[in-house]
T-cell receptor, first 114, second 114 residues
Framework: DTGVSQNPRHKITKRGQNVTFRCDPI?????LYWYRQTLGQGPEFLTY????????KSRLLSDRFSAERPKGSFSTLEIQRTEQGDSAMYLC????????????FGNGTRLTVT | AQTVTQSQPEMSVQEAETVTLSCTYD???????LFWYKQPPSRQMILVIR????KQQNATENRFSVNFQKAAKSFSLKISDSQLGDAAMYFC???????????WGAGTKLIIKP
C-alpha cells in the first residue's frame, strides 16, 4: 500500500490555460473522490467515482471542469480556461465501499492561476 | 440537510497537556458515522479517529479519544499528552449510513506551545 498519489504537487498556470491533474488511488479502493480546498477551509466535494462510473458531480463544478476514471484505476481532473478563482488545493481521496470506510487522501495538487 | 459545526477556529495548548476540540452536527438520521481528520501544514489529510453512531462506547486511539453524545449531537475530540507533532488543522466530518458523501466542518487550528 503506497497510499494515494497525486501529480503534480504544484501547478502554476496563466489564466485561460488548461490544466490536468492525476490521481492514483490505493489499488484495492473502488471509490475515488475529488475535493477542492481553499486556505483555512474544509474540503469541498467536487465529484465521486465508483469504479469507472462518475456517480455524482457537485454543482460547484462548472462545465470547465471534467473528471475521468477510464479503467476504474487512476483518475484525471481537467480544468479548462482556468480563472483566478480556480486557485486552490485539489485533493484526491479513495476508499473501499462502505459508509464506515475512511477516506485516504493524497498530498494534493496546489493550483495557482496568475 | 446535515451540517457540521466546529465553533473553535483556533485552539492552543501547552505541550504534554490535554485539549478538547468541539464538534456538533445536525441530522435526523439514526445511522451515520463521524470522523476526525488531521491536516498538518503542507501535508496530507489523515484519519485520526472514527465513531459509529450505533456504538455507545466512545472510540479511542492511543492519545486520541472522543466524547460522543448522540442525544446532544456532539462529537468532541480529546487529545491527551499533547505533542508538537499534533499541531495541525483538525476537521470533523459526518457521513450518513449507505452514503458516500462526507459533510465537513470548517476546521480547528491546533497550536502546541512548547
Amino acid at each position: 500500500d503506497t497510499g494515494v498519489s497525486q501529480n503534480p504537487r504544484h501547478k502554476i498556470t496563466k489564466r485561460g490555460q488548461n490544466v490536468t491533474f492525476r490521481c492514483d488511488p490505493i489499488s484495492e479502493h473502488n471509490r475515488l473522490y475529488w475535493y477542492r480546498q481553499t486556505l483555512g477551509q474544509g474540503p469541498e466535494f467536487l465529484t465521486y467515482f465508483q469504479n469507472e462510473a462518475q456517480l455524482e458531480k457537485s454543482r460547484l463544478l462548472s462545465d470547465r471542469f471534467s473528471a475521468e476514471r477510464p479503467k476504474g484505476s487512476f483518475s484525471t481532473l481537467e480544468i479548462q480556461r482556468t480563472e483566478q478563482g480556480d486557485s486552490a488545493m485539489y485533493l484526491c481521496a479513495s476508499s473501499t465501499t462502505g459508509s464506515h470506510s475512511p477516506l485516504h487522501f493524497g498530498n494534493g495538487t496546489r493550483l495557482t492561476v496568475t | 440537510a446535515q451540517t457540521v459545526t466546529q465553533s473553535q477556529p483556533e485552539m492552543s495548548v501547552q505541550e504534554a497537556e490535554t485539549v478538547t476540540l468541539s464538534c456538533t452536527y445536525d441530522t435526523s438520521e439514526s445511522d451515520y458515522y463521524l470522523f476526525w481528520y488531521k491536516q498538518p501544514p503542507s501535508r496530507q489529510m489523515i484519519l485520526v479517529i472514527r465513531q459509529e453512531a450505533y456504538k455507545q462506547q466512545n472510540a479511542t486511539e492511543n492519545r486520541f479519544s472522543v466524547n460522543f453524545q448522540k442525544a446532544a449531537k456532539s462529537f468532541s475530540l480529546k487529545i491527551s499528552d499533547s505533542q508538537l507533532g499534533d499541531a495541525a488543522m483538525y476537521f470533523c466530518a459526518y457521513r450518513s449510513g449507505g452514503n458516500y458523501q462526507l459533510i465537513w466542518g470548517a476546521g480547528t487550528k491546533l497550536i502546541i506551545k512548547p
